[in-house]
């Protein structure tokens, strides 16, 4: 789950957080995420956004669990008018680290050396919010349950769609030709 996208660490520094000298038992930490968080990674498709984290960690003697709670939105293109529009984050995710010889991730388990004395989890976040964006991002609908999508580009959708809706493939004829020629035998 670790991939490396990170520019600098200069200000992703304050995503540190420390796990020796933890006393047992929960710990929670709050942070805010803005343009600047995102300036942070290379080729990153968000470049604006403003979120708040909340991580409650939760120390053990063998392992402990991180949840990630965000709340905000991000801004983004609407694949459906091409215009801006603020999309709304809400998540809970759970990572989970446990002390080991090998350092390594695996989905939800990251091993770290018992010699490490924190670690930074804005890689961690970013995947998080990336993983929350949906595969098509489109203007949420109001209360009335209309879309918010630019009305003229609509349109233009619409009216382009029946101009090739009149339109049939040549080839789609020659096919109902033959299974026309099929059916009759």
């Known amino acids: 789950m670790h991939v490396e996208f990170l520019r600098g660490l200069n ?7 420390p796990l020796k000298g933890l006393k047992e038992g929960q710990h929670s930490y709050h942070f805010k995420i803005d343009d600047t968080f995102f300036d942070e990674f ?5 470049k604006k956004g403003n979120l ?3 991580v409650l960690l939760n120390k053990q003697i063998n392992i402990i669990s991180l949840d990630f709670i965000i709340n ?3 801004n983004t293109t609407c694949d459906r008018c091409l215009e801006d529009f603020k999309l709304n984050i ?3 995710n759970q990572l989970f680290i446990k002390f080991s010889e090998d350092e390594n991730d695996e989905d939800e388990i990251i091993y770290i050396s018992e010699n490490k004395h ?4 804005a890689q961690y976040i970013y995947e998080f919010i990336n993983f ?13 349950g209309n879309s918010d999508c630019n009305i003229e580009m609509i349109g233009k959708l619409k009216k382009l769609r029946k101009e090739n809706s009149d ?3 040549p080839r789609w004829e020659e096919l109902k030709k033959l299974k026309n020629k099929i059916n009759k035998n």
Do not use: A
């Open 118 to 121: 924190q670690i930074n989890i």
């Open 132 to 144: 929350n964006i949906p595969l098509k991002k489109i203007h949420p609908v109001d209360e009335n």
């Open 167 to 169: 339109e049939i493939d």
């Open 52 to 54: 708040n984290l909340q």
């Open 72 to 74: 905000g939105y991000i």
């Open 11 to 17: 200000n992703l520094n304050q995503y540190v957080i």
């Open 90 to 92: 809400n998540s809970s």
């Open 42 to 46: 290379e080729n990153s498709e968000i």
